[in-house]
């Protein structure tokens, strides 16, 4: 099940929530040997979970983190405008209409189904929110990852190579790719409606009621 | 599609908060809205609120502190995504007597409102309300949501720009690519031309646009274009 959760809504999923940044340690820290903090609890953490962004997690039927991603504005700090210029040809982007994806994660053995379910969320929330572009950073051998599951990306630069490379890329929010990530997925329209509705709240009609 | 044109040329003139509160005011017939509210907190904790709503409304709202019952409210503080009053969850007794009180009060009993997250940890809202039926609302949400979400962060812009004072006022500053970007297009280039001159792709030629498009608080790329012409920003 995708969950969309601010970061100070977490505490109320200790299960999903040490899951993801412990995953996240596993992932940036072991396996992609990026330099980033790990601290006592085994949480990889870094300043831009402070600011409430907004998490995209992938909840397994057993409760356990699948997957997640992080989102940010870029009316306010992003990692991008703030360390990775050089990727963007000295463009700081800043938008009402862009948002920063980071810290795409995969738990161990999750499948290809739960990476296009992850950008699924960013689509819905994109296309909610009336979106024009995400815009990323993540470790260049993520492109292929994100090739497959059915949204790729633009890349807009790529700095380093081998292990090292970093790249930002760009997202289009666009109705048209959100059929073939539902169906990479595995996910009907009304689930993911259903989903994204639990988090933000369904359409309703209430005030009529008590009018 | 919604350009709010001449909104947007006031809100250039706007050098003052009284000026900026009169250009606030002027929102609710241009946006077709019953009220407007734009309410910002700065980093050192400095309010600044501007509302159609009635006098009366407002300090009963203040004196009766409804902003710890108030659904929008709880909705959207440290929030970044656009509200529609309908996916909150008014069920509670307290938010049910709440919003029978703004009904009565004439806020309307259809809203939507725009989490503003700025530099610093500035945090700003704004709201739009209306009376209008659930089918018409749709339709308004569909076509005005980003026009309102422009408008929004341009008004906060331009509340902080006064802040800082006038003499501190950004001048507005491109990067060499936006400026290629928009150079290109003064020069009557499509955006395929216009990539491909800059050997970019299209969705990075867009990206770089609407970039600065937010830099210039400008609606639409023409525009963009037509202000940073008017700033002396391109090389044509």
């Known amino acids: 099940m995708l969950r969309y959760i601010y970061a100070d809504e977490l505490e109320t999923l200790p299960r999903l929530k040490a899951g993801m940044f412990k995953d996240r340690a596993a992932q940036f820290s072991q396996r992609l040997g990026w330099e980033v903090t790990v601290d006592e609890d085994g949480f990889e953490r870094d300043s831009y979970d402070d600011l409430n962004p907004l998490y995209i997690l992938w909840e397994r039927p057993d409760g356990t983190h699948g997957g997640s991603l992080r989102l940010l504005p870029t009316t306010g700090d992003t990692m991008i405008n703030d360390h990775f210029t050089e990727l963007t040809e000295g463009v700081k982007i800043q938008s009402p209409l862009i948002w920063e994806c980071t810290r795409f994660c995969l738990a161990r053995g999750a499948g290809a189904n739960v990476s296009s379910a992850l950008m699924l969320g960013v689509l819905e929330i994109g296309l909610k929110s009336h979106l024009d572009h995400i815009v990323g950073v993540f470790d260049a051998r993520m492109i292929r990852v994100y090739a497959r599951v059915g949204w790729g990306p633009t890349v807009l630069g790529t700095l380093g190579t081998g292990r090292e490379a970093i790249s930002a890329g760009l997202w289009p929010v666009e109705q048209s790719y959100r059929p073939r990530l539902l169906s990479k997925a595995g996910i009907s329209s009304e689930v993911s409606n259903h989903w994204y509705g639990r988090s933000f709240g369904a359409i309703k009609e209430q005030f009529e009621a008590v009018a | ?236």
């Open chain 2, 1 to 236: 599609m919604v350009t709010l044109e001449s909104f947007l040329n006031r809100l250039n003139q706007v050098g003052t908060l009284d000026d900026l509160d009169t250009a606030i005011l002027s929102l609710s017939d241009e946006l077709n809205v019953e009220h407007v509210v734009y309410h910002s907190v700065n980093s050192s904790g400095d309010q600044y609120a501007v509302t159609t709503y009635e006098p009366h409304w407002v300090d009963h709202y203040l004196g009766s502190d409804y902003a710890r019952i108030d659904p929008v409210v709880q909705a959207c503080l440290r929030r970044f995504h656009p509200v529609d009053w309908k996916r909150l969850d008014w069920s509670g007794k307290a938010a049910r007597n709440f919003m029978q009180e703004a009904v009565t009060a004439g806020v309307g009993n259809q809203g939507f409102s725009i989490p503003i997250r700025g530099p610093s940890g500035q945090f700003a809202l704004f709201t739009v309300s209306s009376k209008d039926t659930d089918d018409t609302w749709v339709k308004y949400t569909e076509e005005y949501t980003r026009a309102l979400i422009l408008a929004s962060h341009y008004v906060n812009q331009k509340a902080l720009e006064i802040e800082k004072g006038t003499d501190q006022a950004d001048i507005v500053t491109l990067s060499p690519r936006e400026t290629d970007a928009l150079t290109m297009l003064a020069l009557g280039y499509n955006r395929a031309q216009a990539a491909d001159s800059l050997s970019i792709s299209e969705h990075t030629l867009r990206v770089y646009i609407e970039s600065a498009r937010f830099k210039l608080a400008a609606m639409n790329t023409t525009h963009a274009v037509a202000r940073a012409m008017n700033q002396g920003l391109l090389r044509v």
